[in-house]
């Protein structure tokens, strides 16, 4: 079974802070996604990456950025935590397209809620 | 752009009811996946099924079924007999054929009453 684990299972910081959510999958998985969950939003995505050293925005890059030195960790940074990025923040990994790909499912961790006060 | 729409926010019933939650999408892409995911109180998102725009056949497993209607862009989920554990946020996705992101609705939260 793929394993996603998220190094936080709550987390509570201050406004202004520099957060790191740390990332690992187990499936040497090419792909991997940053995603925050707010209600009535339901998942949108903030980064992904295709591959070691490799980054895209999603939808809501804002006041994020990402770090993918290895296959296996992705990091999500918080450059200056602000209150409205109170949320849960969810990890995900996946297979690449390609023709023996197609349609691969994402696994996700089990999330991290993070409180800014 | 590519918009999933679940529009059922709160689904509360009975153990034993059957319960159907919508999803409609739209994408301008030929080929293209949906999947649903469950998401219990722990937290963590669970990959139920995934069907791709060519495959139109409905699918069971177990208590669970699936309705897959190109036609009116609908991917709807069935849970029969429902049990206290079906209860959780159930999320409608959907991803391009060359696409690795996945939009996702906003989610169905399903409570199932003992």
């Known amino acids: 079974d793929v394993k996603v684990t998220q190094s936080s299972r709550y987390l509570v910081k201050r406004t202004g802070e520099k957060v790191f959510l740390e990332c690992v999958q187990d499936?040497?998985?090419?792909?991997m996604f940053w995603y925050r969950q707010d209600p009535g939003l339901g998942l949108r995505l903030i980064y992904f990456?295709?591959?070691?050293?490799?980054?895209e925005k999603g939808d809501i890059p804002e006041g994020y950025s990402v770090s993918r030195e290895k296959k296996e960790r992705f990091s999500l940074i918080l450059e200056s935590a602000s209150t409205n990025q109170t949320s849960m923040y969810l990890c995900?990994?996946?297979?690449?397209?390609?023709?023996?790909?197609?349609?691969?499912?994402?696994?996700f961790g089990d999330g991290t809620r993070l409180s800014i006060l | 752009a590519q918009k999933v729409t679940q529009a059922q926010t709160e689904i509360s019933v009975v153990e034993k009811e059957d319960v159907t939650l919508d999803c409609v999408y739209e994408?301008?892409?030929?080929?293209?996946?949906l999947f649903w995911y469950k998401q219990p109180p722990s937290g963590e998102l669970v990959f139920l099924i995934r069907?791709?725009?060519?495959?139109?056949q409905n699918e069971i497993s177990g208590r669970y079924s699936w309705n897959f209607q190109k036609s009116t862009s609908s991917f709807n989920f069935t849970i029969t007999a429902s049990q206290v554990v079906d209860s959780a946020v159930y999320f409608c996705?959907?991803?391009?054929?060359?696409?690795?992101?996945?939009?996702f609705g906003a989610g169905t939260t399903v409570t199932v009453r003992a």
């Open positions: 995900a990994s996946s297979f690449p397209r390609g023709p023996r790909n197609r349609g691969q499912p994402q696994h």
């Open positions: 990456s295709y591959d070691v050293k490799m980054k």
């Open positions: 069907r791709n725009s060519f495959d139109e």
């Open positions: 499936m040497d998985h090419e792909n």
């Open positions: 994408t301008r892409d030929t080929t293209y996946y």
């Open positions: 996705a959907l991803s391009g054929a060359h696409d690795y992101k996945l939009s």
